[in-house]
């Protein structure tokens, strides 16, 4: 195809603002999907995201447009909605020449969207600004066409305005996409260069990797190599999806579509990679390349021990399909046998969590998940710490903690309760912006780790729902953090080890014995359980001692009851956990670690 009949082009929106419906809509108005092929949120593939009503996984469709008797390719890219994949974002947004600002028009803009447009400015987006849902009764399209307006330095009346459910408005939109977006630009005659925004693993096809060509161009049969790697494939397949794969002769200068090499790895495709021809490669990639980096660890772990391979075999599958995912194996006192996982944030933990009770049909019990520390102790060695058992013993002489740049949007009657809670976690203040009289954004940096555990439950109880946040990576600090310690009797529990600032060691101290001292049964002697920082002890409770005796109950001579009973004692003590002396069932565990 011709580079001036091309338009690449993504969608920026909220959740819920009505992308996917959008999507669905411009599908059916330029034919390539009919209405009875239409499913609900046709994008959405994976189970769980319809489930959740999130997209995560970012994919392509090539649409033909009409314009002024011209027939014009449109692509559009979608892009993942959430915090945790920021840097997928960013990929496909690189793939774009411009973008749709997709905002609903009864509620006007969320942080994501602020996040994302800022992605999008940065790149080098032209944006065109939408309103959507404007059939809503309780629309106020004026109102945000304003704040849209004054945010990204356009006229009001320059803000379309549609409805993704009825249709209003989306042909001219896609008219719009044609007049406004630049086409892409590139060289038809240099080594190819082909940015990957997307790999998704395929049970029958392998790894199914999207890439936005900038220059050359890629056929199908020749060996094309991954300039961070330097490794080599055959390009077995090449072609666009419409939204179903329809193989093509090449794919050209600004052209969008996808490659099968035949890998079974996602990690051997790796978005932000650059693709070129293996003969004659380019010399320099494409920039802006990242290794995916999990910011936050859990211990997983089957709640029954024989599972424990199959959550291996498990594990090993997701990885297929998600190249940010790593862990390796992790044996706990409490739990036994389990993985030590890391993950990009707490939604891709939550998303992975599900997706193997659900999927692979395990029960599981995470630790409190955890952010990376750099630690130097007494050695003056600067050590990762991914797991809190991890953290030195003895004199600790710095530790690093990483941190964030936050977006809060929240209407401005919240902004003293926002404070406060930004403040009691040791955020602090950037900026604040009006984006309209009654909406503010708020600029916070924070430590991650005072956000990855209920910062954004707390934030959403405060504000009745109407704040949002977005937040990115941004860079550490040195931080007076501890490792406090459990212990029952004098033993360490490992799975209850936290690393927390100093300030708020002795809360999370008592929390965690009164917790474990309602839930641990009383022993035959008695128990103490200690918050310890190092060897100073900092909180404490008692279990005290009873002498139980099951058949106690049972009086007169019931023979087969008694045996009953004692079987059912039996197989309760499978599942009870030893720390040193004391005998704790392992429900008493997972109920100190749920966090509700
Ligand atoms: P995520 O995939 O979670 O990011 O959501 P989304 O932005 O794709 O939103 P989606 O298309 O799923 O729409 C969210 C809700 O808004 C759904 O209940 C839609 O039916 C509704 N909706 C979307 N567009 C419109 C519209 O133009 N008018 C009205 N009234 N409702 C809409």
């Known amino acids: 195809t011709d580079p001036s009949l091309i338009r690449?082009?993504?969608?920026?929106?909220?959740?819920?603002?009505?992308?996917?419906?959008?999507?669905?809509r411009m599908l059916q108005l330029t034919g390539v999907v009919s209405a009875r092929e239409m499913k609900a949120q046709y994008l959405d593939r994976m189970d769980i995201e319809r489930e959740r009503g999130i997209t995560?996984?970012?994919?392509?469709?090539?649409?033909?447009?009409?314009?002024?008797?011209?027939?014009?390719?449109?692509?559009?890219?979608?892009?993942?909605?959430?915090?945790?994949?920021?840097?997928?974002?960013?990929?496909?947004?690189?793939?774009?020449?411009?973008?749709?600002?997709?905002?609903?028009?009864?509620?006007?803009?969320?942080?994501?969207?602020?996040?994302?447009?800022?992605?999008?400015?940065?790149?080098?987006?032209?944006?065109?600004?939408?309103l959507n849902k404007i059939d809503l009764p309780n629309a106020q399209p004026e109102k945000y066409a304003a704040e849209l307006a004054n945010l990204i330095g356009c006229e009001p009346e320059e803000v379309l305005k549609v409805s993704g459910k009825t249709g209003e408005g989306v042909e001219a939109l896609l008219d719009e996409v044609i007049k406004q977006l630049p086409a892409p630009v590139g060289e038809a005659d240099a080594p190819a260069r082909a940015m990957i925004f997307d790999s998704v693993y395929d049970t029958y096809r392998g790894v199914v990797t999207y890439v936005r060509v900038v220059d050359g161009k890629l056929e199908p049969r020749e060996r094309i190599q991954m300039m961070s790697t330097g490794t080599t494939h055959e390009l077995l397949e090449i072609g666009v999806s419409s939204p179903n794969p329809i193989p093509s002769k090449g794919l050209g200068v600004g052209e969008v579509g996808y490659l099968i090499t035949g890998v079974k790895d996602v990690r051997q495709s790796k978005v932000g990679d650059t693709v070129t021809n293996s003969l004659k490669p380019a010399t320099d990639s494409l920039g802006g390349y990242e290794e995916p980096k999990p910011m936050v660890f859990s211990g997983l772990y089957p709640l029954d021990g024989t599972d424990y391979p199959a959550l291996r075999d498990a594990l090993d599958k997701l990885q297929l399909n998600d190249a940010a995912l790593i862990y390796e194996p992790e044996t706990s006192v409490a739990l036994g046998f389990g993985f030590r996982v890391g993950f990009l944030g707490l939604l891709h933990l939550e998303i992975t969590r599900q997706r193997l009770e659900s999927e692979f049909n395990l029960d599981l019990i995470s630790t409190a998940p955890n952010v990376v520390y750099e630690v130097m102790g007494e050695d003056k060695q600067l050590i990762t710490v991914t797991n809190p058992s991890e953290f030195p013993d003895g004199k600790i002489l710095e530790v690093h903690e990483p941190m964030v740049a936050a977006t809060i949007l929240a209407p401005s009657e919240f902004i003293g309760v926002v404070m406060e809670l930004c403040q009691s976690r040791r955020g602090t203040m950037r900026g604040m912006d009006y984006l309209s009289e009654d909406r503010v954004e708020m600029r916070y940096h924070l430590p991650l780790a005072e956000i990855v555990f209920d910062f954004f439950d707390q934030l959403k109880s405060r504000t009745r729902g109407y704040a949002s946040l977005d937040w990115k990576a941004d860079g550490e600090q040195v931080a007076d953090l501890v490792k406090v310690d459990i212990l029952l009797q004098g033993d360490t529990v490992d799975a209850f080890s936290a690393i927390t600032h100093r300030d708020k060691a002795y809360s999370y101290g008592t929390m965690m014995t009164s917790k474990l001292r309602e839930l641990i049964p009383r022993q035959?002697?008695?128990?103490?359980?200690?918050?310890?920082?190092?060897?100073?002890?900092?909180?404490r409770e008692n279990i005290r001692a009873i002498r139980k005796d099951v058949l106690a109950k049972c009086y007169g001579g019931d023979i087969s009851r008694k045996r009953k009973l004692?079987?059912?004692?039996?197989?309760?003590?499978?599942?009870?956990?030893?720390?040193?002396?004391?005998?704790?069932?392992?429900?008493?565990?997972?109920?100190?670690?749920?966090t509700d």
């Open 8 to 24: 690449n082009f993504c969608i920026i929106a909220h959740i819920d603002h009505g992308k996917s419906t959008l999507a669905d």
């Open 56 to 130: 995560i996984k970012s994919q392509a469709v090539r649409m033909p447009w009409e314009a002024d008797g011209t027939a014009y390719a449109l692509n559009m890219i979608d892009t993942p909605g959430h915090v945790d994949f920021t840097y997928e974002v960013s990929r496909s947004l690189a793939a774009c020449e411009g973008a749709i600002l997709l905002v609903d028009a009864a509620q006007g803009i969320e942080a994501q969207t602020l996040a994302n447009l800022y992605l999008a400015i940065e790149g080098d987006l032209t944006i065109i600004p939408v």
């Open 566 to 594: 004692l079987e059912k004692q039996k197989e309760g003590k499978k599942r009870m956990k030893m720390v040193g002396r004391v005998e704790v069932p392992q429900e008493a565990f997972i109920a100190a670690l749920s």
């Open 524 to 539: 035959q002697f008695e128990v103490p359980i200690q918050a310890a920082i190092g060897s100073r002890i900092i909180a």
